[in-house]
């Protein structure tokens, strides 16, 4: 048998790039050993998105909002999934391809476990889409096993309350739309984006919109069936007014949102380096029995932090 050519140590200390697929397997295990290791998961969907943005829009945000964070931060970026777990209300639109919850949830959680094999610690979704009632689902499943994962929306996790923007964030609109332009305009068709609507069930002041700052007497936009089915309302998937969208919007966005991340990452890797585990256990037994959890070599039998 050929004796396996190693690669230089420069190498093995120094990513060939910031996407873990394009690694090699020791490239990849040494960076995670010796230099960071959280893995960033970029989740979005395959849906329509009106006559202007193509359908791996949400997709294609997360992408590219994931890239840029792991440039800065130093993560690494698990390859996207693409197809996402949709809210009730895309059901039966043209072009929306989606996963069934129980499916979603199983892919997030496979894709984690899986990773952590190459010796992730810590997991930190991004998604572009909103599939909340999925994707926190699973983040808590996997809490449960013992995989340390956050899960956030950009735009939740932005804030944004029209600062930047002139609306809240809502679907193929003025904030995705120039996110697009921002980040693959070549894939963007501007002269034919047209205002979209949306028919509420419940008058809006009740419900926190995507990327607002919340007030008393609100509900999370993800807490409810607020509208009609999209199919039966809507010539086309356009929720908002995509008109307002523009590329220096869109840079603004990303910026900021690249920001908050690269700063949440930094934290959390200042507060347990490499190699540390910030859970303290794993469980494989998960939802199906957690009474017996051990702690690792890093934390007291109370999941507390072993300083040395
Ligand atoms: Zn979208």
Sequence with gaps: MAEMKKQS???LEKRDSVWFQDNTAPVNMAYIKDVCDL???PIGAIEQHGPHCP?????FNAIGIAEKVAEKSGAMVLPCPMYGGHPYMHMGMPCTIPLNYDTHMALLHDIIAGAANAGFNKFLIISAHGQTCTMATAVHKLGMEGFFTLGSTWYDFLRDDKTVLEDYMWH???AESSMGLSLYGDKMHMDLAIAGGGTPLVDGKWKMAPGEHSHPGQMYHFEGTFALMEKDDLEFGVIGDPTKASKEKGDKLVEG??????NLVKDIMAKFP???NPLGFRNPLGFNGCASIQYDKDHDSRGQLLRK
């Design 257 to 262: 949102v690249t920001e908050h991340y690269t």
């Design 172 to 174: 193929a609109d003025e």
């Design 274 to 276: 490499c190699g540390i």
């Design 39 to 41: 893995a960033i998961l």
């Design 9 to 11: 140590s420069f190498k």
């Design 55 to 59: 359908c791996g829009m949400d997709s």
